[in-house]
């Protein structure tokens, strides 16, 4: 499962009030209906994070520690495309037939793919998807594998109808806000480039000036920071790289072989205007080692864990939402420090200053 073992692919959520192990009662009133009652119309509903049939929704298999652990099930029967061509095909051979003509009308194809269709549906196997989520209510947050714009829209509305609230998705925007109380559309857009004949973007681009900013920082700095109770970590990027820019000509540029970071290519792309969209992310507290591939956007994918010391399942869980913590909150540690120094604008103005001298000998790698 997501948050049990193996690698993770997770979105935040604030949660807009506070919530304890009794919202697993909202849980259990929206569980989802047994597989053995999908006919010819999707079911939808809860599930525990234990399997996708595990409908007993109670505090003993979904509340852990802190956590409650469950899963949005999505369960429908599909023909798939194959077989229902060659069904159909089959169906309009006979119906020719018995019409004694070579062609037939579009509404009677159209019948006989909807008789078919019918016909194959309730001997389909049932296809299952479903989105792992955590509630975390010591940081009144929704963990979800939702990394896709269809499953947060299928997920925020299944929660509110559950919890009776609309989660909020992190981004660099709503972070900024709830941090730091800073609205990016106040924020005055900006290129890094020092081709002045660039303008900068029409809007604020808040998560592609923080990663490109990151990268730049830890160049500079040598990536040594804290996390807000003091303790320290290191962080450094790794390729691959996607670049973008709004505007005319070639907006993305992903850059894979060799060492990204140290290359002209890369040095090409920031010149260009372009900024840093997706990187590797290397954290390291003490003796652990966290990484990942992120997104502008707050989207962390594959987050691979250090090895833990529980070996009881429950514990275990715990443990490995523990560490999944550190690295999001030393992610959001890092953005804190650079809203901080994107509001000050004695201090901004420097940065921007070295930050484009910085690519232009970059551009000279």
Known sequence: MAFDSGSVSFRLFYLQQQYDSSLIDAFSQHVAPPIE?????????????????????????????????????????KVPAALLRAHVQMEEDLERRARETDFLPRAVRAEVKQRVTESLLPKMPPTLTSIPVVVDFRNDLLVAAAMSDKQTDTLSPAFKETAGTLPILLT??????RRKQVNANDLEPVSFSPDTALEPPNESTLGMDFFTWLWFAWEKEGGVYHLPDGREFGVMLEGPLTFFREGQGAHEALLRKGSPLNSREAGTALLCGKKLKRAKVVIAHSDDVFSATVDADFAFRSLKLPKGEQTEAAGRFEERMLMIETF??????????????????????????????????????
């Open 328 to 365: 999001w909150s030393a992610w959001l540690a890092l953005f804190d420090r650079f809203l901080d120094l994107r509001t000050d604008t004695q201090a901004w103005a420097k940065t921007l200053d070295a930050m484009r001298q910085w690519i232009a000998r970059f551009g000279e790698v």
């Open 172 to 177: 660099p925007e709503t972070a900024a806000l």
């Open 37 to 77: 009652s999908l006919n010819r119309d999707p079911i939808r509903g809860w599930v525990t994070g234990r399997h996708l049939f595990d409908r007993a929704i109670s505090d003993e298999t979904c509340v852990i520690g802190p956590y409650l652990h469950a899963q949005w099930l999505h369960a429908e029967k």
